[in-house]
């Protein structure tokens, strides 16, 4: 299902879900749902928007990580309800963001007639729009509108939130206006600041988005002081965000030092909108159907077409993508043939017996094709990549995080090689496309990286300019092989619940 701590929905029904954001650190799209490449780009935008004000303001990251912190065991249900408040706390300024920032992206006048039907959205969009004050020209609103809501994100209590610690954090600390970014919004408007910023923003007129953002969220801030609600200067953003490293690792020493903390707003190419932690959500899981196969006459009669999709998977994997039966119970790694999907409310799984090679298989099933399909995490596991190291093509569906593995195969000296590609997706409106890996020390796998067309170009262009020439652009990649990815992708997309870079989280 899709997140919906921050949910995006078309018409205003929560039944017509485009996208959610989980408010800790990925976001999902509803392949679905999305009717054409417009409002893909919109919905895409959206939630990655979410991502980038929650993980790059003071009061999004003390939320944010007290959700990772309670699902890592610290305080579990206290910062648990944490998290929840300040959720509900920031609703409005999170939307506001998050809506008129992508339409900074798509365009106003079309963001416009997109959300035409839906009123709350288009409501968020105009209370965007409208920060800047009159006689700002519309490219500069998002920007304007960005530093504002920015510094509602930024109470200067956060830091006495931090100070506090984790373990004591609670919801009795949340409860004070001057802390709740929506009160700090409503406040802002109340204040009746438009003209006066209006004026400010015109006098900058040519000057940098920098400097433009700076100038306005200082004056957000002194607007604010005004009226009670004090806010972290811009000067003392980097401040806050160190001692919230601190504080996490006081009591979590591991996530403390992966925290990457910005605090500012990122270009849309660096990691600010993060687009690895994008998944795309195909439909809820369905049910699998587990037969143990004892013959090879008996595989082929109920396994047998074209070709044969054989999967070497773990099977905490296999449970997030199907609702496993709890009989015949599944070893930790399973081998089995599957089918099913598509027009089939079920997903059919036949166990294959212990210990079978892709080439065993294939010489056991004879003359039909049998395509090998795991995944980055199943590959992981020693037994996994005993069973598949000598076999070609073994197809590996990333379910681990894209750019750092494409980094760490650099640091190895590894040469890798990318091709993008769009896909014919099954789901009409939202265009899907795919990213191909391929790393010389193991030349029989090919790394499939499925995501949303926003989302995939970005990464690749991430690469890109991170990695230059070590990376090989190479379009002939899948010239010898596009069929037998294009039988399996057609098997993933019948079956699949979700596509995404978190393991089995």
């Not at 009669?301 to 905490?316: E, H, I, L, N, T």
């Not at 070590?470 to 079956?495: M, Q, Y």
Request: net charge negative; glycine share 8%.
């Amino acid at each position: 299902m899709i997140p919906q701590t921050f949910a995006c929905s078309r018409d205003g029904l929560a039944a017509v879900l485009l996208g959610g954001y989980d408010g800790a650190g990925s976001w999902s799209i509803a392949a679905p749902q999305i009717r054409g490449d417009d409002e893909q780009l919109l919905v895409e935008t959206h939630e990655g928007l979410h991502h980038e004000l929650q993980s790059s303001t003071g009061y999004g990251l003390v939320a944010a990580l007290s959700a990772r912190l309670s699902g890592r065991g610290v305080s579990r249900y206290r910062l648990r309800e944490v998290f929840h408040e300040m959720v509900v706390r920031s609703r409005q300024v999170h939307e506001v963001f998050a809506t008129t920032l992508a339409a900074g992206v798509v365009g106003v006048d079309l963001t416009r007639r997109l959300l035409s039907d839906n009123t709350d959205y288009t409501g968020h969009l105009e209370t965007g729009l409208r920060l800047a004050g009159p006689g700002v020209p519309e490219p500069q609103r998002a920007t304007v509108a960005a530093a504002v809501l920015r510094c509602c994100m930024a109470p200067a209590g956060v830091s006495t939130l931090i100070s506090s610690g984790f373990r004591r954090l609670s919801r009795e600390h949340l409860a004070a206006d001057d802390l709740t970014p929506d009160v700090r919004l409503d406040r802002f408007r109340a204040a009746r600041a438009g003209p006066e910023l209006g004026r400010m923003v015109r006098d900058l007129a040519g000057a940098p988005e920098g400097e433009l953002m700076r100038a306005t969220y200082e004056h957000a801030r002194h607007v604010l002081d005004r009226v009670g609600l004090p806010s972290v200067a811009w000067a003392d953003q980097a401040e806050v965000a160190e001692a919230l490293r601190a504080a996490v690792g006081a009591v979590d020493t591991d996530l403390a030092a992966r925290l990457n903390i910005v605090t500012g707003r990122r270009p849309l190419l660096d990691d600010g909108l993060e687009y690895d932690r994008q998944k795309v959500v195909l439909r809820d899981r369905l049910p699998a159907e587990v037969s143990i196969l004892t013959d090879a006459e008996q595989a082929s009669r109920s396994f047998g077409g074209s070709f044969v999709c054989a999967v070497w998977m773990r099977q905490d994997v296999l449970a997030k993508q199907f609702r496993l039966p709890a009989t015949p119970p599944l070893p930790d790694l399973v081998a089995a043939l599957i089918d099913g999907g598509g027009t089939e409310p079920v997903v059919r799984l036949g166990l294959l017996p212990d210990g079978m090679t892709p080439g065993e298989v294939q010489t056991w099933l004879g003359p039909v094709p049998v395509v090998a399909l795991t995944t980055h995490l199943t590959l992981a596991v020693p037994e996994a990549d005993a069973l598949l190291r000598r076999s070609s093509p073994v197809l590996v569906l990333m379910d681990l995080p894209v750019a750092w593995h494409v980094a760490d195969w650099l640091r190895q000296g590894a040469t890798v090689r990318l091709a993008p590609t769009p896909l014919d997706s099954p789901f009409g409106g939202v265009e899907l496309w795919l990213a191909v890996f391929a790393i010389d020390r193991r030349p029989g796998l090919r790394f499939l990286a499925v995501g949303g067309k926003v989302g995939v170009s970005v990464l690749v262009e991430r690469l890109r300019q991170r990695h230059g020439e070590r990376l090989v652009i190479d379009g002939a990649l899948l010239s010898t092989e596009a069929s037998v990815v294009n039988a399996v992708l057609t098997r993933v997309f019948d079956t699949w619940h979700v596509f995404d870079q978190d393991a089995v989280e």
